[in-house]
């Protein structure tokens, strides 16, 4: 379904991406962990086509998306949601005006089939009689969820979540945990998720992929995982600050001169 193959990308002077690889299966929850500003946004927004690699290739449905025009990824890119880091609603709109966003951008659909996706999506995220509201009268955990519910609204067949649980209280992001399993379960989407929270990793995901230096450096279910003896894994899923990963390692390792 999603297919990787040795991706990699320079920003600025940074090598990001390294010949990174990585195959998403159908039905599939991947989660990502790994450090901030490893790359982790960087590989989602080459996914979704935002970003274009300088070499390597991502094929999504058999498709080649980095050969692709603008108007061709823009129709594959209908079945793919971005749930973004910050939840990226607009603070000007309400939440049905938000969510309904791409449904009246290039979709001609009758308003009351809208109004009726926005209600059918909310409800799916838990939210109810909410779509008169502001973003600026949400919690962070209701942001999230509205800004999920917009994803949803578009049935997306693969949903790309970037660290849908930071910010959020542990029982807020225990319930975001929750619905992305059911997704899962329920709608049969195919997800990528990023997190650096490692409860969350564990309950969510069928495989785990750990980024590192531009590239994936572990993968394997959260047993697996759980049992590493990669050193540089093992740390990172620890929290320990004594070990191959130093506090003040260069975040982004290849700096190119
Ligand atoms: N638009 C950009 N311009 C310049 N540098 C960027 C841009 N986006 C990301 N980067 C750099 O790329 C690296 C990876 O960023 P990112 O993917 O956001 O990390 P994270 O794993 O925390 O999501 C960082 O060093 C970041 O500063
Ligand atoms: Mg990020």
Redesign the pocket.
């Known amino acids: 379904m999603i297919f990787i193959n040795n991706l990699s990308k320079k920003?600025?002077n940074?090598i990001?991406l390294n010949n990174l690889n990585l195959r998403v299966k159908p039905g599939e929850t991947k989660v990502i962990i790994?450090?901030?500003?490893?790359?982790?946004?960087?590989?989602l927004?080459h996914i979704v086509g935002i970003i274009k690699p300088d070499a390597g290739t991502i094929e999504i449905n058999g498709e080649n998306i980095t050969l692709m025009t603008e108007k061709e990824i823009n129709k594959v890119r209908m079945q793919i949601g971005l749930v973004f880091?910050g939840g990226a609603l607009f603070d000007s709109m309400s939440v049905e005006e938000n969510v309904a966003f791409v449904l009246n951008e290039f979709m001609s659909l009758d308003r009351k089939v809208v109004r009726q996706k926005v209600a059918d999506s909310l409800a799916m995220v838990g939210l109810k009689d909410i779509e008169k509201m502001m973003p600026s009268q949400l919690s962070g955990g209701m942001k999230k969820r509205v800004s999920l519910a917009r994803v949803l609204c578009m049935e997306p067949q693969i949903i790309l979540y970037?660290?849908p649980t930071t910010g959020v209280d542990p029982i807020t992001a225990d319930a975001i945990n929750n619905l992305i399993v059911e997704l899962h379960d329920k709608l049969k989407v195919t997800s990528i998720v990023?997190t650096h929270d490692m409860s969350s990793a564990y309950k969510v995901a069928d495989s785990i992929a750990m980024?590192y230096h531009g590239r994936v450096i572990a993968e394997g279910t959260p047993s697996e995982i759980k049992m590493t003896n990669h050193p540089v894994v093992k740390q990172f899923i620890t929290g320990d600050a004594h070990g191959p990963i130093t506090e003040n390692e260069n975040?982004?390792f290849g700096h190119v001169r």
């Open positions: 920003i600025d940074n990001v790994g450090r901030s500003g490893v790359g982790k946004s960087v590989l927004k880091q970037d660290e990023v980024l975040l982004v």
